[in-house]
Every structure is written in C-alpha cells, then in structure tokens.
C-alpha cells in the first residue's frame, strides 16, 4: 500500500557530494518520521539521520557537519545533502518512513529499496 523510492545515489570522489532523494508513493493520510539508514558490506545497518514530521533533526556523529536530511511534506518526500563525502560512507543507503495510512489509524514502518553510495578515487 506504500512505497518508498530512492534515487541519487552513484560514484562520486572523496571530497565530493551527493544528494539522496526518496519519495513516498501509495495510501499517504500522513507521514511521522524519516530516516536515512545505511548499511556497508559485512556491517550492520546504521542510522545516519532522522527528521520528525516538525523538522527536528538528528544525526550520527560520523556525518554531523556533513549531511544535511531535509523533507517536502507536499511532495511527501526526504532528501539527504552528503557533502565531504569519506570512502568510509560507501555503502547502500535506505529511506525509512512511518507513514499512517487513514485518518484513524496506526502509523507504520516502510523501507526503500537502497540505493548504492561510492566514494572512491
């Protein structure tokens, strides 16, 4: 009933930027909280940002100063800004959402798909 696409993601140089996108897509009454995780291989995934259906922001320290995670409400959409980007930031990112789905209802947790981030020179 909901779907969360990725998009943005590809090769890029240390130092280099990115900008992730996902849009969320299906039976939206809402969306709470989104999230950009990642998940390097042989490593656990992690959580690198959030933000609330406010505005409020959090991030991991390893990207702090670098990444930026900012969301359209009418598009329904989250995006991440990478600047600086490190080798040590390789890896697939996914958008996460909890999204309520009637008025009257729970909210749920949804995954994208991935999309591979490679910083490599």
């Known amino acids: 009933q909901v779907q969360l696409v990725e998009s943005g993601g590809g090769l890029v140089q240390p130092g280099g930027s990115l900008r992730l996108s996902c849009a969320a897509s299906?039976?939206?009454?809402?969306?709470?909280?989104m999230a950009w995780y990642r998940q390097a291989p042989g490593k656990q995934r992690e959580l690198v940002a959030t933000?609330?259906?406010?505005?409020?922001?959090n991030y991991a320290d390893s990207v702090k100063g670098r990444f930026t995670i900012s969301r359209d409400n009418a598009k329904n959409s989250v995006y991440l800004q990478m600047n600086s980007l490190k080798p040590e930031d390789t890896a697939v990112y996914y958008c996460?959402?909890?999204?309520?789905?009637?008025?009257?209802?729970?909210?749920?947790?949804?995954w994208g798909q991935g999309t591979q981030v490679t910083v490599s020179s």
């Open positions: 996460y959402a909890e999204v309520r789905t009637k008025l009257i209802g729970p909210l749920a947790a949804y």
């Open positions: 933000i609330t259906s406010g505005g409020s922001t």
């Open positions: 299906g039976s939206i009454f809402s969306i709470g909280a």
